[in-house]
Nanobody, 125 residues
């Protein structure tokens, strides 16, 4: 059974950095897309970034471009989200999600089939 497990959340001061990890296991398809999403209290869920396992192509929300960087380690079946220059408005529960796909590009604005449990990121002084 497909499973996604996030780690790396925590409390950080504004301007600081965190790296989130998403470990994938149990996927039967050879290729898939993994995305990071976040949801702050009282707000809708927002797609942050995604990456394809086959090509490594990425996509970012405008709100995080230039500050967040997504990468993958296909041997470890793990996707990372490096978050730099964090702001208080980045505070949210961050979740990774996946869908099976062999294409060259990933999109954030579609339904993802598998979800992790989420990890809290709090940016505060």
């Amino acid at each position: 059974q497909a499973q996604l497990v996030e780690s790396g959340g925590g409390l950080v001061q504004p301007g600081g950095s965190l790296r989130l990890s998403c470990a994938a296991s149990g996927f039967t398809s050879k290729y898939f897309v993994i995305g990071w999403f976040r949801q702050a209290p009282g707000k809708e869920r927002e797609g942050v970034s995604c990456i394809t396992s086959r090509t490594g192509n990425t996509n970012y929300a405008d709100s995080v471009k230039g500050r967040f960087f997504i990468s993958r380690d296909n041997i470890k079946n793990t996707v990372y989200l490096q978050m730099d220059a964090l702001r208080p408005e980045d505070t949210a529960v961050y979740s990774c999600a996946a869908y099976s796909a062999s294409g060259s590009y990933c999109v954030l604005s579609r339904n993802y089939d598998y979800w992790g449990q989420g990890t809290q990121v709090t940016v505060s002084s």
